[in-house]
């Protein structure tokens, strides 16, 4: 199954104990949720990779009798356009110094991640990733020139073990599954999520 386009990348703030979301002051929204989409001006790429780890070979009688593989340790690198700057340094694990400065903690945040793609049999596909760190390992500043010179967002995100998905790292939906239900993954995925009366997409208020 193909995979077309980039439809929705969504986060939230979990507790790194319980993996449960946070919502309000402490997380990125009311609810909790927070959909990187056109308040943000949208997510340009998700290179989703390390969803298998390394492999090793038996043999037996002189011949490759099977392939073992080791833990999976999948890694996303995130390109936005322009997502809110508080937003992100609460992603990143940033305190803020309540004026208008950000220092880095002494650990990082625990994030969740849902990815949204598309598929060229209909439907969405969606990787989520119940706990995660990110780093900002850059800023590559350039001057203007006849063009202005912008800097997308960029984030690495790790992903760590996740109890809602019996200790595995990761998982995969379909949305035309006949047994798929939204608010089931967006639970499981975002520690324990249910909708509020808001839109969900959070403003980070």
Same mark, same amino acid.
Do not use: C, R, W
């Given at each position: 199954m193909a995979l077309v386009g980039l439809n929705m990348v969504s986060f939230a703030l979990i507790d790194p104990i319980?993996?449960?979301?946070?919502?309000g002051e402490d997380g990125l929204s009311t609810d909790g949720l927070y959909k990187v989409d056109t308040k943000d001006m949208g997510s340009k790429?998700?290179?989703?990779?390390?969803l298998v780890g390394s492999s090793a070979k038996k043999?037996?009688?002189n011949v490759a009798q099977m392939v073992t593989y080791g833990a999976a340790a999948p890694q996303i690198a995130w390109d936005g356009l322009n997502l809110d700057f508080d937003t992100?340094? %609460?992603?990143?694990? $940033?305190?803020?110094?309540?004026k208008g400065g950000w220092t880095p903690a002494?650990?990082? +945040?625990?994030?969740?991640?849902?990815i949204e793609s598309g598929s060229l049999s209909g439907g969405s596909v969606y990787f989520g990733f119940g706990n995660c760190t990110a780093v900002e390992s850059e800023a590559n500043i350039q001057t203007n020139d006849d063009n202005k010179q912008i800097i997308d967002d960029t984030l690495t995100i790790s992903a760590l073990d996740t109890i809602a998905?019996?200790?595995?790292?990761?998982?995969?939906?379909?949305? %035309?599954?006949?047994? $798929?239900?939204?608010?089931?993954m967006l639970k499981?995925?975002?520690?324990?999520?249910? +909708?509020?009366?808001?839109t969900g997409t959070g403003t980070g208020n």
């Open positions: 319980t993996q449960q979301i946070l919502k790429t998700a290179n989703i990779t390390g043999y037996g009688n992100k340094q %609460k992603i990143k694990g $940033f305190v803020p110094d309540n002494d650990e990082p +945040a625990h994030i969740a991640v849902l998905f019996g200790h595995k790292p990761f998982k995969i939906y379909y949305s %035309k599954d006949t047994s $798929f239900d939204e608010a089931a499981d995925v975002m520690g324990g999520y249910v +909708a509020g009366t808001g």
